[in-house]
Antibody
Framework: EVQLVESGGGLVQPGGSLRLSCAAS????????MHWVRQAPGKGLVWVSR????????SYADSVKGRFTISRDNAKNTLYLQMNSLRAEDTAVYYC?????????????WGQGTLVTVSS | SYELTQPPSVSVSPGQTARITCSGD??????AYWYQQKPGQAPVLVIY???ERPSGIPERFSGSSSGTTVTLTISGVQAEDEADYYC????????FGGGTKLTVL
């Protein structure tokens, strides 16, 4: 069974850091581009970042560029999101997702999400 | 930056047809995808590449495209279809529409 399981969320003060993980199982992780998507409380989905299958290419939304870093360890079947200089507006549920129908879009597999709260 | 525009809300009675639109300048060149999200749950892909339905998605869900607008159609709406629906596409970056809350009266 294909599974994506996020972890690492929690409460952090403004300016702090957090690293999210997404453990993948049930498929050949190294074959897929992976994405992070977030959703602030009561708001819509927002794309955050993507990484190609071997980790050599990344891209970020303007709102997180320079503060967040996406990476992956294909040997451990794990996707990461290092979040630095966190702001209140980064408060959201963060989902990892697998791109199935295109490298950028069409996510047929999502994790359950992990909540990040940035507050003093 | 690229934007996708959806109506905030759509309401229909059970058994009727719901149509949710999504507009964006790049849609004539790029595929659109549709997601359903129920409260407290992760999104579920219901339409890919404008009009294709993933396995396991009921036939009452369909998609179409015309120019700069794509449309998600739910025929014979059921109470369980009440959810938020998001379109997605990509131009220079990935973008989601603002979401449409479907209410089944």
């Amino acid at each position: 069974e294909v599974q994506l399981v996020e972890s690492g969320g929690g409460l952090v003060q403004p300016g702090g850091s957090l690293r999210l993980s997404c453990a993948a199982s049930g498929f050949t992780f190294s074959s897929y581009w992976m994405h992070w998507v977030r959703q602030a409380p009561g708001k819509g989905l927002v794309w955050v970042s993507r990484i190609n299958s071997d980790g050599s290419s990344t891209s970020y939304a303007d709102s997180v560029k320079g503060r967040f870093t996406i990476s992956r360890d294909n040997a451990k079947n794990t996707l990461y999101l290092q979040m630095n200089s966190l702001r209140a507006e980064d408060t959201a549920v963060y989902y990892c997702a697998r791109a199935d129908y295109d490298i950028l879009t069409g996510y047929s597999r999502w994790g359950q999400g992990t909540l990040v709260t940035v507050s003093s | 930056s690229y934007e996708l525009t959806q109506p905030p809300s759509v309401s229909v009675s059970p058994g009727q047809t719901a149509r949710i639109t999504c507009s964006g300048d790049a849609l004539p060149k790029q595929y659109a995808y549709w997601y359903q999200q129920k409260p407290g749950q992760a999104p579920v892909l219901v339409i890919y590449k404008d009009s294709e339905r993933p396995s396991g998605i009921p036939e009452r869900f369909s998609g179409s495209s015309s120019g700069t607008t794509v449309t998600l159609t739910i025929s014979g709406v059921q109470a369980e279809d009440e959810a938020d629906y998001y379109c997605q596409s990509a131009d220079s970056s990935v973008v989601f529409g603002g979401g449409t809350k479907l209410t089944v009266l």
